[in-house]
């Protein structure tokens, strides 16, 4: 496996010093809601994609789907990748070089169940991503606001 994508879903991403970020509400696979429609004021997701050092993207494209409908769209060309990851500590590791973005849904609505999907094409190839199951929370799970 030389390419592969990550992401990470939370209820909001702090910017620490010495570069490092602080992800607050992370969800694992599934975000409960205790009913619908539910509207939060904010949802951050990281999208990660990795590559090996001797492989390296030409082009990148995140996107971000509630169900079918777009939620948001990152396109980067070479230039821009070689770029974020010149400014990025830890993106090239000598092995693999990472190249990530974040949207932040903020507000966002939720009318009923779904699933967000992520999607990240680079040169032409789609790499598989994991998603978030937005549901109700199974009998007997308390949702804290």
Do not use: W
């Not at 009913?35 to 990660?48: E, G, Q, T, Y």
């Not at 996107?63 to 770029?83: C, G, H, P, S, W």
């Amino acid at each position: 496996m030389s390419r592969f994508a990550y992401s990470l879903f939370c209820d909001d991403v702090r910017h620490e010093i010495n570069g490092k970020t602080s992800q607050i509400g992370i969800y694992q696979g599934s975000m409960y809601l205790d009913k619908f429609p539910a509207h939060l004021p904010k949802l951050c997701i990281i999208i990660s994609a990795a590559t090996h050092i001797e492989n390296p993207f030409k082009e990148i494209t995140f996107k971000a789907y509630r169900d079918v409908n777009l939620l948001f769209q990152f396109q980067l060309t070479k230039e821009q990748i070689d770029e974020a990851v010149a400014v990025s500590p830890g993106a090239d590791d000598g092995i693999f070089r990472i190249v990530q973005t974040m949207g932040i849904l903020s507000p966002i609505a939720f009318d009923k169940p779904c699933k967000i999907r992520i999607e990240v094409e680079a040169d032409g190839e789609i790499i598989e991503c994991p998603g978030l199951r937005v549901t109700n929370a199974p009998e007997g799970v308390k949702i804290t606001k």
